[in-house]
């Protein structure tokens, strides 16, 4: 039982080069998140899948793109990256879209842009 | 909207000290909370809750936080450190609005513990 896992770990890439971000889980939750973490500013929730089929625009959706593949998979898209999108990117699952369920998290994927 | 503060970027206690992280929120109804830890290099790992009922909520590793309403405050306390505790701890809400879990997170304090 792997929980939920992340690919890459790291990533390099130029300025408007494109990449997916892979995530998935074992859990058989319904719920997925993607997060971006910066330093000072805590973790902000850039879309979130509350089922599988629908999609929804979290705090910061500008740049990105997501597929809900699958119940397991939850992969999110840079298009175009930009130096803004330098980040550590956290995917997250829970049971239910519900606030008593609780999140896991993934390990990160730690992501530079030049 | 929801918020959260956590006003201490920085705290280093030494080991065996007693720890207390503060934590705020600005939530219009009943805040749902929670506090998470994440070790270096780690994902965030759920410390503890407070959905309801007793304001003292115990958690893992030795954790507990104690819902003050009157403060908007949910303070992170433990008796005694250990080294292991050194981390980034991250207070949240939930706003429970038409659907989906989102959190919203402060933006964490790094704890250091000396030896």
């Known amino acids: 039982n792997a929980g939920v896992t992340q690919t890459p770990k790291f990533q390099v890439l130029k300025t408007g080069q494109s990449m997916t971000l892979q995530c998935a889980q074992d859990?058989?939750?319904?719920?997925m998140y993607w997060y971006r973490q910066d330093p000072g500013m805590g973790l902000r929730l850039i879309y979130y899948?509350?089922?599988?089929?629908?999609?929804d625009k979290g705090e910061v959706p500008n740049g990105y793109n997501v597929s809900r593949l699958n119940k397991r998979e939850f992969s999110l898209r840079l298009e175009s990256a930009a130096p803004s999108q330098t980040s550590v990117y956290f995917c997250?699952?829970?049971?239910?879209?519900?606030?008593?369920?609780?999140?896991?998290f993934g390990p990160g994927t730690r992501l530079t842009v030049l | 909207a929801q918020s959260v503060t956590q006003p201490d970027i920085h705290i280093t206690v030494s080991e065996g000290a007693s720890l207390e992280l503060r934590c705020n929120y600005s939530?219009?109804?009943?805040?749902?909370l929670f506090w998470y830890v994440q070790s270096p290099g780690q994902g965030l790992q759920l410390l503890l809750k407070?959905?309801?009922?007793?304001?003292l909520v115990q958690g893992i590793k030795g954790f507990e936080a104690e819902f003050k309403r009157s403060q908007s405050s949910f303070n992170l306390r433990k008796p005694s450190v250990h080294w292991s505790d050194a981390a980034e701890y991250f207070c949240?809400?939930?706003?429970?609005?038409?659907?989906?879990?989102?959190?919203?997170f402060g933006t964490g304090t790094q704890l250091k513990v000396e030896l």
């Open positions: 939530y219009g109804a009943t805040p749902y």
């Open positions: 949240a809400v939930v706003g429970v609005t038409g659907g989906g879990n989102k959190l919203t």
């Open positions: 997250a699952s829970s049971l239910k879209g519900e606030y008593r369920n609780e999140q896991f």
């Open positions: 407070y959905f309801s009922g007793d304001t």
């Open positions: 899948s509350a089922s599988e089929g629908t999609t």
């Open positions: 859990m058989n939750h319904n719920s």
